[in-house]
Structures are given as C-alpha cells and as structure tokens.
C-alpha cells in the first residue's frame, strides 16, 4: 500500500498515519501545535470535524481555505477555552517549548478524556540508545529511496534533552503518559486527560 506522503515524505510524515488513528473517532475538535505549514491539519481534517493549527512564525502558516483554522500561538499560551479540545497533537515541538508551561496548557485546553500525542525527538545519551540509532540509520536509508524526500519550511532546533531526559521530564507533568521509540528517530507519548 502507497504511503499517503510518499511525494512529501521525511521523518516526521512517516509517522502521521499512526498519528491520526490514535486520534479517537469521537473527537471533534483536534489542534496540532507547531503546525508549520499545516501539512498535518490537512491530513486530520479528513477525518476530524474542526481542526486548528498554531504556530508561533506566522510566515509559514497558510492562507485559509483548506478547511483548517490557523492562527499565530504558541504552545505555552494556546488560544483555546478550558476543557475545550479533544485532541492535541505536536510533532518535533515540545524541544523548542518551556515544557512545564506547554503540558500544564494542554491540560487545561483537553476535555475529560482527551488525548495528547506528542511526536518528538531526542539527543542521543550513550550505550542505550545505540540499537535504535543502528534501527533508525537503516530505516532512513530504505525509505528515503522508496519516497520522495521533503523538508518543509519550518525552523530546526537540535534537542537540548537525551531521549530519557525528555521522557523523564514528560512524566513529571503527566502522570500516566506512555512513551515508545519509534524509527526514524522519533518517539510516541501519549497521554489521556482523566475523565
């Protein structure tokens, strides 16, 4: 089966269809955070009735139009009611945010039983890291033949915390969250607001 971002493949779009079906079919409105140029919003809004972009560089969101609403935000101040979304997603973001202030933001936007899905990445951290690096480098090297490589235009920030200092600190504000590692180096949590 064709990869649906196979003409505008890179290490973050592989993993948008795991993304979007862990999103739950109930929800009604899902706002991805750091949305770039809203190549994800796009992808959800097929399936999710409201969507909502944010980023904080206005230059790259796009003009209205694609079904999406976009504004200019950022993680540590979402424009949004308390207990008002059903999904936040944030794919390579929470790098570049104040992490405590972004978790306790999407805590308040999610309504009982809402999800967070955060895919992210992390600075490599010695020995126990290696087997994924050998798995990601030959992941890389295969895909990157069979799809098309894309970069879109957004800002790149090397992570400050190895794979286990970002996990750490995610546990310490959201009890209950779950992390995996994923190819291509990046990593899955997710966590569900109580209901």
Do not use: K
């Not at 979007?20 to 809004?45: K, S």
């Amino acid at each position: 089966m064709r990869h649906p971002f196979a003409d505008r493949w890179n290490h973050n779009t592989d993993h948008y269809p795991r993304l979007l079906a862990l999103v739950p079919r109930t929800a009604q409105h899902l706002v991805d955070v750091g949305c770039g140029d809203g190549t994800f919003c796009r992808y959800a809004a097929g399936r999710v009735p409201s969507v909502s972009g944010i980023d904080p560089d206005a230059s790259v969101l796009p003009d209205p139009g694609d079904g999406v609403a976009y504004q200019q935000g950022t993680a540590e101040r979402l424009p949004f009611a308390d207990g008002s979304v059903d999904a936040v997603t944030m794919t390579a973001v929470l790098h570049h945010c104040d992490v405590p202030a972004a978790l306790a933001e999407v805590r308040r936007v999610l309504a009982p039983g809402g999800v967070l899905l955060v895919l992210g990445i992390g600075g490599f951290g010695g020995w126990r890291d290696v087997p994924f690096e050998a798995r990601d480098v030959l992941t890389h090297q295969v895909l990157s033949r069979v799809h098309t490589p894309w970069e879109p235009p957004t800002v790149r920030t090397a992570p400050g915390l190895t794979w286990d200092q970002t996990r750490t600190l995610v546990d310490e504000h959201l009890q209950g969250a779950t992390h995996r590692r994923l190819p291509l180096w990046r990593s899955l949590t997710t966590w569900r607001q109580p209901a």
